[in-house]
């Protein structure tokens, strides 16, 4: 069974630019989140797709959107980046709302390079 | 609001003993889940081990083992025969209510052979 996929592996940005980061879940897993890893920081909660709906957002900027597509993918966009900006995205999936608070299973993120 | 806090930023451990790693939570919910994660240099997050708040036993996955008292709200983890490869980042996670999770801003554990 393929785990939590995540393109690129790699991006680098200049400020001001955008960047689009995408999420394949675990087959079967209707709920995408993602997260940002700065360096020295633990995890930051920034978003939780459902069904195609976002179900929750962290304390981050509108600048931070996604969404989730109809065969539960999900992609994350920055707009207006920003240097600190920079830091590894992780995507995970999980169950979904049919079961409470369920495992989430990460992917190998996304690695963002603001210069 | 929950929090989750490590406050073991680095530690180390010598090669086939025991170590344990601390985690204690604040939540007003019920109902949760608590949770430890490994982070590699890989950087690939892997769920190492799980624990319903609602069973009073603790969780075990082979070498590793928590011990949770939810009174306290402690949830730590132990490694027993530590080996090379559990050396990694490790992150402490809670989740309760609506699919909320929180992460700890982990421990960092050296294996030293």
């Known amino acids: 069974e393929a785990g939590v996929t995540q393109s690129p592996t790699h991006l680098i940005k200049t400020r001001g630019q955008q960047a689009t980061l995408r999420c394949s879940p675990i087959s079967g897993h209707t709920s995408v989140y993602w997260y940002q890893q700065a360096l020295g920081l633990g995890l930051q909660f920034l978003l939780w797709y459902d069904e195609g709906e976002e179900r929750n957002r962290g304390n981050f900027p509108p600048r931070f959107s996604g969404r989730q597509f109809p065969n539960y993918s999900s992609e994350l966009n920055v707009n207006a980046l920003e240097l600190e900006d920079s830091a590894l995205y992780l995507c995970a999936s999980s169950w979904g709302t049919s079961r409470t608070t369920d495992t989430q299973y990460f992917g190998p993120g996304t690695r963002l390079t603001v210069l | 609001a929950q929090t989750v806090t490590q406050s073991q930023p680095e530690m180390s451990v010598q090669e086939a003993e025991t170590v344990t790693l601390s985690c204690t939570y604040d939540?007003?919910?019920?109902?949760?889940?608590l949770f430890w994660y490994k982070q590699p240099p890989s950087r690939q997050m892997i769920l190492v081990i799980r624990?319903?708040?609602?069973?009073?036993q603790n969780a075990t996955e082979n070498r590793f083992s928590v011990n949770f008292q939810k009174a306290a709200k402690s949830f730590s983890l132990k490694i027993s025969d530590s080996q090379l490869g559990d050396a990694a980042m490790y992150f402490c996670?809670?989740?309760?209510?609506?699919?909320?999770?929180?992460f700890g801003i982990g421990t960092k554990l050296q294996v030293i052979p």
């Open positions: 939540t007003s919910e019920s109902d949760y889940y």
């Open positions: 996670a809670l989740s309760g209510g609506y699919q909320k999770v929180t």
């Open positions: 624990q319903e708040a609602y069973k009073q």
